[in-house]
Structures are given as structure tokens and as C-alpha cells.
């Protein structure tokens, strides 16, 4: 099985076109763990599954563990909307985000850039929760901020 862990990992990497330095990088552990890994000396822990869970988090962890199902998860259904109307558009296509929309009034515009082209300083004590992009095949992607608490 650990072989099979291995080159699930090393498909990853292949996959985002990342060297094992890169990769090691970006899941955020030492270079000489995944060089380990991908070498056959040692397996990969736990820690490690989970930090690669949280640097991909579009790779399904079941097939990451198990090797079961597809690497990446389906996030959107690739059926294009019809109305006008994007909100009524994305409603029917991710109807659990209706829920999670904020109360009317409490959406701000953007800050916009002053004379010189730079942004205000935002002074807000309010936590980003989740940040969500909608991408034009109908696909998107959720980023949830690492909280040190």
C-alpha cells in the first residue's frame, strides 16, 4: 500500500507540475520528508496526508488514502446557465450556498484605488471565513484561512 501511497503523492505533484522541492513547499514540510517519500525511504504520515489535504484541497482525500474513486473532486456541474440572472443561475446549480449568502446590507463595495493607484488600508476586525471562486466552466473552489486557534 505504501508504494501505491507514494506514487499517488508523486501524481500530485506531476499533476501541478511541482518538483519534490516545490511540493514540499507548498504542503509545507521540510524538503528532505517528501525527497524521503518520494525515494521509497519513508512512508507518508499522517501529518503529511493532511497537509497535503490542505494544500490540495481539491484532491479527494479518499483517493489519496485508499486509492479509491478520482484524484480530483467534481465541484460543479459542467451544465452552463441559462438565465441572465447569475444569482438565480448559481442558486440552482449550488443550492447550499443560498444559505450561506450574508444578510442584505452587510456586503460592501471593494475599496477602490486613490489618486496614486493604491488601495486604502482596510481596518476591519471581521475574519474572513471562506472565500469561493466561480470560474467560467462552471467549476469552483473553496479556501478556508488556517486559523492558529
Same mark, same amino acid.
Given at each position: !500500500?505504501?508504494?501505491?501511497?507514494?506514487?499517488?503523492? &508523486?501524481?500530485?505533484?506531476?499533476?501541478?507540475?511541482?518538483?519534490?522541492?516545490?511540493?514540499?513547499? $507548498?504542503?509545507?514540510?521540510?524538503?528532505?520528508?517528501?525527497?524521503?517519500?518520494?525515494?521509497?525511504?519513508?512512508?507518508?504520515?499522517?501529518?503529511? !496526508?493532511?497537509?497535503?489535504?490542505?494544500?490540495?484541497? %481539491?484532491?479527494?482525500?479518499?483517493?489519496?488514502?485508499?486509492? &479509491?474513486? $478520482? !484524484?480530483?473532486? &467534481? =465541484? #460543479?456541474?459542467?451544465?452552463?446557465?441559462? %438565465?441572465?440572472?447569475?444569482?438565480?443561475?448559481?442558486?440552482?446549480?449550488?443550492?447550499?450556498?443560498? %444559505? %450561506?449568502?450574508?444578510? #442584505?446590507?452587510? =456586503?460592501?463595495?471593494?475599496?477602490?484605488?486613490? $489618486?496614486?493607484?493604491?488601495?486604502?488600508?482596510?481596518?476591519?476586525?471581521?475574519?474572513?471565513?471562506?472565500?469561493?471562486?466561480?470560474?467560467?466552466?462552471?467549476?469552483?473552489?473553496?479556501?478556508?484561512?488556517?486559523?492558529? &486557534?
Amino acid at each position: !500500500m505504501d508504494s501505491d501511497l507514494t506514487s499517488r503523492i &508523486k501524481k500530485i505533484a506531476q499533476e501541478y507540475g511541482l518538483t519534490s522541492t516545490a511540493f514540499a513547499d $507548498q504542503v509545507e514540510v521540510p524538503r528532505p520528508v517528501i525527497s524521503h517519500i518520494f525515494s521509497g525511504r519513508n512512508r507518508a504520515s499522517l501529518e503529511v !496526508m493532511q497537509k497535503v489535504g490542505i494544500a490540495f484541497p %481539491e484532491v479527494d482525500l479518499g483517493w489519496l488514502v485508499y486509492g &479509491k474513486g $478520482q !484524484m480530483l473532486k &467534481k =465541484v #460543479a456541474k459542467e451544465v452552463p446557465p441559462k %438565465e441572465d440572472n447569475v444569482v438565480a443561475a448559481s442558486e440552482k446549480l449550488l443550492p447550499e450556498i443560498k %444559505e %450561506e449568502r450574508p444578510a #442584505a446590507g452587510l =456586503v460592501s463595495e471593494p475599496p477602490k484605488p486613490d $489618486q496614486t493607484g493604491k488601495l486604502p488600508e482596510v481596518n476591519s476586525k471581521r475574519e474572513v471565513r471562506k472565500i469561493v471562486y466561480f470560474y467560467e466552466d462552471n467549476s469552483f473552489e473553496e479556501f478556508w484561512p488556517l486559523r492558529n &486557534k
